[in-house]
């Protein structure tokens, strides 16, 4: 076990644990903001650049401190090293100016985007981002792409986080989409005009950060603090059936996979609980869920409204 | 003045395996195979000081000992003949004219890293370059330099020629070896470094065209004879790529330690500014390094003569130095406007900039657009205020050396030519003019 020590906070971890999970262990606020980093996706991590800390001390061997701020997501924890995240204006002053590159070409549509609320990058503008824009030059824009019937891709939105193409990857047998072009005209899409169509391609939705990619299936029905969230199982042969119904009244609006309070899938059975797009697109009548109670969104965005219990209420009830 | 790499760069024919042969040719691939081991070779290599030719300057004999030699596992070398750096042309010359001395240096090199598969990949925008080295390495293969059971002496060598598309990010090694394995061309994220997991996850080095070819007399002459060239850690000679305003552009072989001042007013080298002007600025290690205005050109901050070595031209920082870089030596003379060569600059840079990581793929964007109305008399005061605030939050946060490669030319350029940026700000009209070529340069200057 190698000790580490983030904003104060001293915590051992095992060898090879990234500076971010040894911080999501603490948890709390100190947990670095990651829009591209994701545990249950190798590879994933080290583009968006907002996880950026500094290493005060690299480790009880070499105390020296490293020049550059570094990313938390990738950088692995040495025997006493300390970290700041919070407690530096470095990294405060640097995350802010890699939010506003973030936000710069976003349209900034989030009154009609389906994402708003469960947003990763409002939450990220919320709590690093300045109130104006520096920014007088036209917002980049990209042409409209049809990807299929079930997945609406929303290009202006994307923050090119690489996530959906380690998921078409990952899970899928054949990847058809990927990064096109380079820089600023870098976007995601399929090469020739082509749909994605597979029993995963859903997942791309839950793992978007942003609003680029949604369901259309839910599109323009509700906003989603509006919806009731249910933990719900069914009997699936190709997926482990546990996911999140999101109701209204006696209706199901949409399905997603159970995530936690960074908005990754939760391990369900030791694997992680990616649903199949049987369960999230078409199983939409609540004969075919089995309700196990109600979901609690552990997460500090709007999203967390329409809850029957805050997080706080329902620890309280499992205490009694 | 001695001549290490380009000997025999005039001498006709020496593009051919018959006429460089003649011209001693190969001698190193002897010495180093049949009387030397691979340590040997790495021992002169580092006792030579030679470092890395291809910008950072990072030492060579440090790099190569660096490889990881798990057992059985292949090791490889890489040349990046991807010279994409704006002002850069130094490789290209040395390939296009004598090929061999390149093969020859990774024969050499390949035997010191125990590397049986060598790649030489070269930009794609070098196609006829690309022909010179696979007609040379055919030639090779056909007088047994090449291929199996070398000189007899049981090391077994392939050497591919393997042309990029044409991105100048592919010139960084990461992304020159995704490129290689046929993927998108993106930066990997460092560590692990190459040479732990590199070209399809083995040990692997990658070195520059001249770095490589620098090995050929290191191995000849041995290494401390390399090291008697130059000043205190800039050891040997070194391809410059002059170019710009000068009276005699062209490629120089120079001794490090040279004054910047004989390098461009000597007779040997580039005779001064064309048409009898006055030098304005210059970049002296390609476009990504800080510019310096004259004053800063031949002398240091302190007074020193400025010299042709790694130390002496980043002598001061970036507040009043620079760096020696991949040797593109840019020269502007005083008509030159220094507003227009960093949206120049910036362009190129947003436009090659992979769109990986998020200060770079929006900064260099950003910088490119701000700059450009700057230029066009569209611009602010506060816009160079938030052009260099920018620059901050672009370098170091990037994953790649893309992203400060946009930044520090841009922030020197504020930082020595204010005046010029204000210039373009109170006198919109006449920016704007100039810029569609409406005033001639007599009447600018007046």
Known sequence: ?320 | MRRLLLEHDQVPGIETYEVYRKQGGYRSVEKALKKMSPEDVLEEVKKSGLRGRGGAGFPTGMKWSFLAKPEGVPRHLLCNADESEPGTFKDRYLMEKIPHLLIEGMITSSYALGANVSYIYIRGEYMWVLDILEKAVAEAYDNGWLGKNILGSGFDLDLYVCPGGGAYICGEETALIESLEGKRGNPRMKPPFPAVAGLWGRPTVVNNVESIAAVVPIVNDGGDEYAKIGVGRSTGTKLISACGNLERPGVYEIEMGITVEEFIYGDDYCRGIAKGKKLKACVPGGSSVPILPHYLVTKTATGEDRLMTYESLAEGGFESGSMLGSGGFIVFDEDQCIVRNTWNFARFYAHESCGQCSPCREGTGWMEKVLNRLEHGQGNMRDIDLLADINKKIEGNTICPLGDAAAWPVAAAIRHFRDEFEWHVNHREEAQKRNYGLISEKTASA
């Open chain 1, 1 to 320: 076990m190698v000790k580490v020590t983030i904003d104060d906070q001293v915590i051992e971890v095992e060898p090879g644990t990234t500076i971010l999970n040894a911080a999501r262990q603490i948890g709390g606020d100190i947990v670095p903001p990651a829009m591209c980093y994701y545990s249950k996706l190798p590879g994933t991590g080290g583009k968006c650049r907002t996880c950026l800390v500094e290493v005060v001390q690299g480790s009880e061997k070499d105390p020296r401190p490293m020049p550059k701020l570094m990313v938390s997501c990738s950088t692995t924890v040495q025997d006493g090293m300390v970290v700041r995240n919070k407690t530096s204006e470095r990294v405060q002053k640097n995350r802010a100016g890699v939010v506003e590159f973030l936000l710069i070409n976003h349209p900034l549509d989030c009154p009609i985007c389906d994402q708003a609320g469960e947003c990763h990058l409002q939450d990220l503008g919320f709590e690093n981002g300045g109130a104006g824009t520096r920014y007088e030059e036209e917002r980049r824009t990209f042409a409209p792409r049809d990807i299929g019937n079930k997945i609406k891709l929303h290009m202006n939105r994307c923050i090119l986080c690489y996530r959906c193409v380690h998921v078409a990857k990952q899970l899928t047998d054949q990847r058809v989409h990927g990064v096109l072009n380079r820089g600023e005209h870098a976007e995601i899409s399929t090469y020739i005009e082509n749909a994605i169509e597979n029993d995963f391609s859903g997942n791309m939705i839950d793992v978007c950060p942003v609003g680029a990619l949604t369901d259309k299936t839910f599109r323009f029905k509700s906003r989603v603090w509006f919806l009731k969230p249910l933990n719900a199982s069914c009997s699936c042969n190709k997926c482990s059936g546990k996911a999140v119904v999101w109701m209204f009244g006696d209706e199901i609006y949409r399905v997603t996979a159970r995530k936690d309070a960074y908005g990754e899938v939760e391990e369900q059975d030791g694997k992680a609980g990616w649903i199949c797009n049987d369960c999230r697109f078409d199983k939409k009548d609540v004969h075919n869920w089995q309700i196990e109670g109600p979901r609690v969104i552990n997460r500090h965005s709007v999203i967390s409204q329409g809850h029957y219990l805050s997080p706080r209420q329902h620890d309280q009830k499992k205490i009694k």
